[in-house]
């Protein structure tokens, strides 16, 4: 069964910073490509950061390039989002994902490409003074 839970939310001042988790279960990082999204209410969910599994290959979106950084502990199995210079309107809950597929891909920002078994619930991440 796969299993992808997010940690590491919370509340944080402009400017500061965080690290997210996401614990997978059910495959493993060394063969899969995992993802970053985060939504607003009422927006789009939108696509952040990739990593692929066999190059380990990274991608950005332009909102968050130079500030955020994606890894990841192939041991632990586990996924990192750690996030410099938050802004407020870096606020959002914050989902880890899998394509399912080896590497990124030209697509990987978005999510109609994401089974529903491959995401996990979120974590909310609140950018505030």
């Known amino acids: 069964q796969v299993q992808l839970v997010e940690s590491g939310g919370g509340l944080v001042p402009p400017g500061g910073s965080l690290r997210l988790s996401c614990a997978v279960s059910g495959f493993s990082l060394d063969y899969y490509a995992v993802t970053w999204f985060r939504q607003v209410p009422g927006k789009e969910r939108e696509g952040i950061s990739c990593?692929?599994?066999?190059?380990?290959?990274?991608y950005y979106a332009d909102s968050v390039k130079g500030r955020f950084t994606i890894f990841r502990d192939n041991i632990k199995n586990t996924l990192y989002l750690h996030m410099n210079g938050l802004k407020p309107e870096d606020t959002a809950v914050y989902y880890c994902?899998?394509?399912?597929?080896?590497?990124?891909?030209?697509?990987?920002?978005?999510?109609?490409?994401?089974?529903?078994?491959?995401w996990g619930k979120g974590a909310l991440v609140t950018v505030s003074s």
């Open positions: 994902a899998s394509p399912a597929m080896e590497r990124c891909g030209s697509t990987w920002f978005v999510s109609d490409y994401i089974g529903s078994d491959y």
């Open positions: 990593i692929s599994s066999s190059d380990g290959r990274t």
